[in-house]
């Protein structure tokens, strides 16, 4: 992504902004300009998985529909000198204090030194909704701006090749977080066992409908000098008519999950040891990638976050 960063010192033609229930578009401070400006809850929203993330030119103008392309983009922490304690630079309320200019230095070390960024396949455009998956990392979209295309800078300098492309980084100010009506409803549903139904098979499972059963469950180790952990538990069923049978005996567990960035109600379990898995549930999948889909966004998004509860290990 470094060779595309020429991400604008001059004034952005685009912007991101959340839209809220009530329609108003607010924009967001994004963590490569946070440094220079004063950041607080006030005028940064937190971003969750209800947010609609969009890039427009400003908040009555939306960006032109020739010569904006967008790439949406998740980050990805790395170990470095400059690390920062995601508590240090996002308080409980999804907010940034930017009242500390060296919280907001460290703001912006975060974002140009920590991470790394990994392109979302299909979120290519203006408007985009974080998902579970997206929970715990940040957001960005380049635009690039084909200047035949799309409106030139208000510039005396003529010195723009006509086949030039300007690139504008627009990112999230602060990690993505969970819904809480959402999050506190998979939380209820664990205590009971969670379950998950009218989900149908794409891939080698085409055609098919499942329910999906999960628990919390003491993990299964090898190594009997460690102490065992919870995890989660996962039960397939494959639905006929008024029968749900489960494709496997034993629940699976250490299963995750991922979203599909480009459609809301698409997902895939992803299941450790292929090679070991039941044979109709390693006959339905692929290399252990399980693809489904719900029956609608909220559905998939309570599957994920009860999956990412049960298997967290804090």
Same mark, same amino acid.
């Given at each position: ?9 001059? +004034? ?15 924009? &967001? ?19 969750? +998985? ?31 000198? +400059? ?13 940034? /204090? ?40 940040? &957001? ?8 035949? /295309? ?36 998979? +939380? ?28 919390? #469950?003491?993990?299964?180790? /090898? ?33 995750? #999950? ?57």
């Amino acid at each position: 992504l470094k060779n595309v960063e020429r991400a604008a010192s001059e +004034t952005s033609r685009c912007s991101m902004f959340v839209q809220c229930s009530a329609g108003k578009f607010v924009p &967001l401070q994004s963590l490569s300009t946070s440094s220079s400006s004063s950041i607080n809850s006030n005028n940064n929203p937190k971003v969750t +998985t209800s947010s609609v993330l969009l890039i427009r030119e400003s908040v009555k103008e939306p960006c032109p529909s020739r010569g904006f392309s967008f790439q949406w983009y998740r980050s990805y922490r790395r170990p470095c000198s +400059t690390d920062v304690s995601v508590s240090e630079i996002c308080p409980k309320d999804g907010s940034m /204090d930017g009242s500390n200019d060296e919280t907001a230095e460290d703001a912006s070390l975060v974002s140009e030194s920590c991470l790394e960024w990994t392109s979302l396949p299909g979120a290519v455009y203006a408007a985009y909704q974080p998902s579970a998956t997206d929970i715990g990392h940040y &957001l960005r979209c380049v635009v690039t701006i084909d200047t035949v /295309d799309g409106r030139h800078h208000d510039s005396d300098d003529d010195s723009h090749d006509e086949d030039e492309e300007d690139t504008v980084i627009c990112s999230t100010n602060c990690i993505v977080a969970a819904d809480m009506a959402l999050f506190s409803g998979a +939380t209820q549903a664990l205590t009971r066992g969670a379950k998950f139904g009218n989900i149908a098979g794409r891939g080698n499972a085409e055609g098919r409908m499942f329910r999906v059963h999960i628990e919390i #469950a003491r993990e299964i180790s /090898d190594d009997s000098s460690s102490k065992a952990g919870t995890t989660s538990a996962v039960t397939i069923f494959q639905i006929s008519g008024t029968t749900a049978e489960p494709l496997h005996d034993e629940p699976i567990q250490n299963v995750t #999950a991922i979203s599909d960035p480009s459609r809301p109600k698409d997902f895939e379990l992803i299941m450790s040891g292929a090679n070991t898995l039941p044979p109709m549930v390693l006959a339905l999948s692929e290399n252990g990638r399980f693809q489904l889909q719900a029956p609608n966004r909220i559905t998939r998004e309570s599957l994920l976050l009860a999956l990412g509860i049960a298997n967290f290990k804090g």
